[in-house]
């Protein structure tokens, strides 16, 4: 994509924020009681959303985040994520769980940005190699 102003970023941000939100809603979390939302952008410009699924065996549960980007795999094959917005209704947001930020490893590049928030706004934004330094990624198998 063209590189974009600050005014652009923060609606391509509000974006991701609004459809985490609706995605949140279809969260299936009967066991947590806790809804969390999360949409990703691509370096295509494509955007995928995701809720948690959560199950009955509880380690068969899947986060917002996963969903998110395996949604996008599935409708595009290999992906680079941009951006990537994770949303909760807690006070303090949510940053996403180790296996997320592995599955994150396999499809970030060096400017892939997460944000993580409430309902109502962004909270805390990191660069990836902040929330996983030394990742194993798929430069490793090389
Ligand atoms: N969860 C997410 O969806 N994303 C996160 O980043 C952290 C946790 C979900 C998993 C489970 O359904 C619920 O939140 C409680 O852990």
Known sequence: MKIKTKAQQKDLTHELHIKAREARENAHAPYSK???GAAI????GDVFSGCNVENASYGGTVC???VAIWKAVSELGSIEISELVVITDAKEAWPPCGFCRQVLAEFANAKT???TGDLKKIQKTFSFKELLPESFNPSHLK
């Not at 952008?41 to 295509?44: A, G, I, L």
């Open 64 to 66: 917002a985040e996963r």
């Open 113 to 115: 940005i997460i944000h």
């Open 34 to 36: 806790r809804l969390v």
């Open 41 to 44: 952008r691509t370096s295509t």
